[in-house]
């Protein structure tokens, strides 16, 4: 019953996840536009995918922060860790019981970028990172790079259990490709405050699914109020 639930959730959560996709898209393009801004942050994230699809999958780095992620988010709802287990291409976290944000935390947390985030900030606290801004957008374009392309490769190479186990593929690939574009718009909006506007899309995402779910339950009135047939 609960699986089918989610896979009901999952479908009203399509068109918000076809909005947001086209905000996000709206989002880049704007930071494109500066791109004296945005040009170290864009430079890391290409340098990733270069070195990735050319040179070295980082497959170890993944599995390492895919399965600390895991964990973190266990002990945040208060779960007891068992074991970790972290190998060249798989890995394991064995708990005393799971749930779905515990399952599908490490599609959607960017492990590296909030490392990063925590180490600049709690560096920012004693001296002045100014000058080495750049370096940080750098760094943040090249891992949010990693996320998303590890993520991308988990889920369409791999048979992956943890899908399964949170409600069903379709289910979690809805909620994870959902999250992701929600992370994204959140993470330019902290990097390019002065070039992302997210308050504006947030108010159009709302107002576009708004009018989808109206066309939605006025169909679904008009198959109960349809004259029988004689």
Known sequence: ML?????????????????????????????????GAAISFLLGAAIYAAIHYKYYNFSRPYVLVHEITHAVA??????????????????????????????????????YVVLIALIYLFLGCWVDLTPYRQVFLFAVGFFMAFHFIQTFHTLWEADQPDLKLAGGKFFSCVTIILVNLVVLAIVLKILFPQEVFLLESVRRVAAQAAKCGQIIVHYILGLFNKPAAL
């Open 3 to 35: 699986r089918i639930l989610k896979f009901l959730l999952a479908i009203v959560l399509l068109p918000f996840t076809f909005w947001v996709a086209l905000e996000d898209g709206l989002i880049l393009l704007g930071v494109v536009e500066h791109l």
């Open 74 to 111: 266990a002990i945040l709802c208060c779960i007891r860790i068992k074991d970790v287990n972290v190998g060249q291409d798989s890995g394991y976290v064995k708990m005393s019981r799971t749930n779905t944000f515990v399952v599908l935390a490490p599609y959607f947390v960017p492990g």
